[in-house]
């Protein structure tokens, strides 16, 4: 399965402005300092976000990216999709074009395989990352939250 970078990124990305809150703007620069992304990068992924209506962009002092719509409808399988990332395993990249034009013995349950991996990923909201991440610390082990976050 070919799942770069670019994806794993850009959802990392979001859970970061997500948990914070999502409507007030946050750096690309601070998302890059927290989560030891290229700035440049994010800046390429958060035109893509914002193409697809994910993210809105807020210039002047204080500006940066909030949510556009609230993070229990936006799905980790949207925002892989709006940075042009495919879920594929198949080696035709679904084409069926695996053997001189036509499939390969096991095109169908690669196939199956990507169906199966898109729907789990459009069961998966941002809010339930940020709540998960919100109260697990980062082994696994529960944290007291004491701040309200905007998520709903």
């Not at 809150?21 to 958060?46: C, D, K, M």
């Not at 990216?65 to 925002?79: K, W």
Request: charged share 20%; with cysteine.
């Amino acid at each position: 399965m070919r799942l770069t970078t670019k994806g794993r990124f850009a959802v990392t990305a979001m859970v970061d402005l997500a948990s914070r809150g999502g409507y007030a703007p946050v750096t690309l620069a601070g998302i890059s300092e927290r989560q030891r992304i290229s700035l440049s990068y994010l800046e390429q992924l958060f035109g893509k976000l914002r193409r697809a209506g994910i993210v809105e962009s807020v210039r002047g002092p204080g500006g940066g990216y909030c949510m556009a719509r609230p993070a229990a409808e936006v799905t980790v399988a949207e925002i892989i999709t709006a940075v042009d990332e495919a879920v594929e395993a198949t080696q035709c990249g679904g084409e069926g074009d695996c053997h001189d034009g036509k499939p390969c013995l096991t095109h169908d349950l690669w196939m199956g395989l990507n169906k199966t991996i898109y729907d789990y990923l459009g069961q998966v909201n941002l809010k339930q990352l940020v709540d998960k991440h919100l109260t697990e610390g980062a082994n696994g082990v529960p944290v007291t939250v004491t701040r309200k976050t905007a998520l709903a």
